[in-house]
Nanobody, 124 residues
Framework: QVQLVESGGGSVQAGGSLRLSCATS????????MGWFRQAPGKEREGVAA???????TYADSVKGRFTASRDYAKRTLYLQMNSLKPEDTAMYYC??????????????????WGQGTQVTVSS
């Protein structure tokens, strides 16, 4: 059974940092597009970052320059390093994997596996 398990969330003050991890099991991620999403209360889910099979990442404008997404193929894990956190970054963060696009991450790619989420709370 496919599982995505996020970890690393927590509560920090504005300006602080957190590193999220997403461990995949038992999937290999060489040919997968992997993404980070977030959803704040009362708001729609939004894409934060996506990392293609070659390791190239794209980011939402709201996090560019502050967040860095990466993947470790051997550990089958996706990471999200979040620096200079702002209160508006407060949300539940989810990772997702797509095997439907040959490892590319085109806009609107469909993700077929999702994690349960990890909460990030940033106080001012």
């Amino acid at each position: 059974q496919v599982q995505l398990v996020e970890s690393g969330g927590g509560s920090v003050q504005a300006g602080g940092s957190l590193r999220l991890s997403c461990a995949t099991s038992p999937l290999y991620i060489y040919n997968a597009c992997m993404g980070w999403f977030r959803q704040a209360p009362g708001k729609e889910r939004e894409g934060v970052a996506a990392v293609d099979g070659g390791g190239s990442a794209t980011y939402a404008d709201s996090v560019k320059g502050r967040f860095t997404a990466s993947r470790d193929y051997a550990k089958r894990t996706l990471y999200l390093q979040m620096n200079s956190l702002k209160p508006e970054d407060t949300a539940m963060y989810y990772c997702a994997v797509s095997y439907l696009s040959g490892g590319y991450c085109p806009v609107g790619v469909e993700y077929n596996y999702w994690g349960q989420g990890t909460q990030v709370t940033v106080s001012s």
